[in-house]
């Protein structure tokens, strides 16, 4: 496999207040899966996931559970990152922003800004939301509540630092404009210009002093650092960054990052204060920055206050970790959000999973089994529907790569679809239950096997990144090794002669919605009692 050099890829850090939510945990699950496709494609993958874990809700909770506010980042960020190792997120270093290099390194970079006439002390008056930690004018409320989240604000003033935003707007808008993919997909690029940048930016609250849990200011310490400059951050102080000119060698390598990926909520926050913390910091500006829709469960965003969160360690054990990360990833548009219900789970599992996949690797290898005694060997007697079989196969990897060059992880997924419907369909046209009738035909009919073997192989190969444990199990059921990517555009690599397993394995059994819903049921049941 050829190196195609390195590539840095981030989510936004998970903020450690609680346990996370499948809309939470989608993101994890979608950076896995670009993650391992770049790898895969012969890139030197580094991803990067992990908690913030200051603030004052954090604060807040803390008091409410009867514990420091470090015990209780400690209980929720192993939460969570038990859940991403749960959703197989194959990270390659999960960092917190209570790790002392980070704490270093942010005070660091508050000093520094300040040193260089950047930040500035002030008092800050405004509506405060407690769970956005954010401050905001009475013009920017809708209906006279948080513009984010929809909850209560709350007059506050306080003594605080500033970070003089407008030094550097122009510089930003600049870098936007040169720069057309730096902001993806281009609606909420358009929304940052429209609706922040050109308006002109407001300087930025960069420490607090109503509460105590947060990075000191060194200098004056009676100020934390807010929650966004010492978030943020984590992208460069996790790989090594020294503010002080002696970063590691992973920084070097590593930054900028080539893809962060986060939720459409916080763009604001990663395409506009981030960018501009670097351009003060001297480092280059991350090369994309993907705003990600929202999973919705039915027709509303999940909350604990609705009562309609649906969790990733539940749905795993209901129906199975890929047909939950299937879902996820075929499930969410590029620009539009997504919606995740029980009977959609059950219609997709059954329709796509069983049927589509796992019926056609199970009649393969049972047809494999009766006719051959698992053997499948290329003969080279050809008919006339297996050109355009092989066309499909042979033009899937590059269909797909297309797609997820664009980030476009669902239709990624349906182009491997669309192949294994066209294997199916190949069954049907070339009836190897006709053929087996006729001794003459024993090697049309092996040939037809082999097709589809091949075929299988190469959607196995390509289906990894987003159904791993799937595409193992074909393999193991294939005995036979996942292909590499540079080597998919060519047919015919399933080893002719190659031994089958002699019992399919079912890969998905199709699921009935009613017991699945009494199911559901009966643990919710349980949880409350």
């Given at each position: ?70 015990e209780f980042v400690d209980e929720t960020a192993g939460e969570i990152k038990r859940i991403w190792d749960l959703v197989g997120t194959r990270y390659d270093k999960f960092m917190r922003t209570t790790d002392e290099d980070h704490v270093e390194q942010v005070q660091k970079i508050f000093k520094r800004f300040y040193d260089q006439g950047d930040i500035y002390k002030g ?155 670097l351009m003060a910091m001297g480092e280059p500006l991350p090369k994309q920055i993907f705003g990600h829709p929202w999973l919705l469960q039915g027709d509303g965003k999940m909350s604990k206050s609705k009562g309609n969160v649906m969790y990733a360690d539940d749905l795993v054990e209901l129906f199975g970790l890929d047909a939950v990360r299937y879902f996820v990833l ?200």
């Open positions: 496999m050829t190196n195609k050099g390195k590539y840095y890829i981030t989510t936004a850090i998970a903020y450690a207040s609680g346990k996370p939510h499948i809309g939470n945990t989608y993101e994890a699950i979608m950076a896995d899966a670009i993650a391992s496709f770049k790898r895969h494609d012969g890139y030197d993958v580094f991803l990067m996931t992990g908690t913030d874990e200051h603030g004052q809700k954090i604060e807040l909770k803390a008091q409410e559970a009867g514990k420091t506010p470090k008092a800050y008056e405004g509506l405060y939301c407690t769970p956005c930690e954010s401050f905001w004018t009475e013009s920017q409320l809708v209906d006279g509540k948080c513009p984010d989240c929809g909850r209560e604000v709350k007059p506050a003033r306080e003594e605080a630092y500033f970070f003089k935003m407008s030094k550097y707007a122009d510089r930003l808008i600049k870098h936007i404009e040169e720069h057309p993919e730096f902001i993806q997909p281009v609606s909420r690029k358009n929304e940052m210009m429209n609706n922040f940048l050109k308006p002109g930016l407001q300087d930025l609250c960069v420490s607090r002093t109503s509460f105590t849990w947060g990075i000191p200011v060194t200098f004056d310490e009676k100020h934390v650092v807010y929650v966004w400059l010492d978030a943020l951050s984590n992208y460069i102080t996790g790989i090594g960054y020294d503010s002080d000119g002696n970063s590691s060698e992973r920084y070097k390598k590593l930054w900028p990052a080539d893809l962060h990926l986060i939720g459409k909520d916080i763009i604001r926050f990663h395409t506009i204060y981030w960018p501009i913390f075929h499930e969410m548009p590029f620009d539009n959000d997504g919606v995740i219900t029980y009977d959609l789970l059950v219609e997709r599992l059954n329709s796509d999973l069983a049927n589509v996949l796992g019926n056609l690797v199970n009649r393969t290898i049972s047809m494999s089994n009766k006719y051959f005694g698992g053997t499948v060997e290329k003969t080279g007697v050809e008919g006339e529907a297996d050109a355009d079989l092989k066309a499909a196969v042979e033009g899937a990897y590059g269909r797909v790569l297309a797609k997820m060059e664009e980030l476009r992880v669902a239709d990624a997924i349906t182009e491997i679809f669309t192949v294994l419907k066209r294997l199916n369909k190949y069954i049907d046209e070339t009836e190897p239950w006709k053929l087996a009738k006729d001794e003459s035909a024993k090697p049309r009919l092996s040939e037809v096997l082999y097709n589809l073997s091949e075929g299988i192989m190469v959607c196995a190969s390509l289906l990894a990144p987003f159904l791993p444990d799937t595409a193992e199990k074909i393999s193991a059921q294939m005995c036979c090794g996942l292909y590499d990517y540079d080597t998919l555009e060519h047919f015919g690599q399933f080893p002719s002669g190659n031994q089958v397993t002699e019992k399919p394995e079912i890969l998905f059994a199709r699921l009935e919605l009613k017991d699945v819903l009494a199911e559901v049921e009966k643990r919710q049941g349980e949880k409350q009692a």
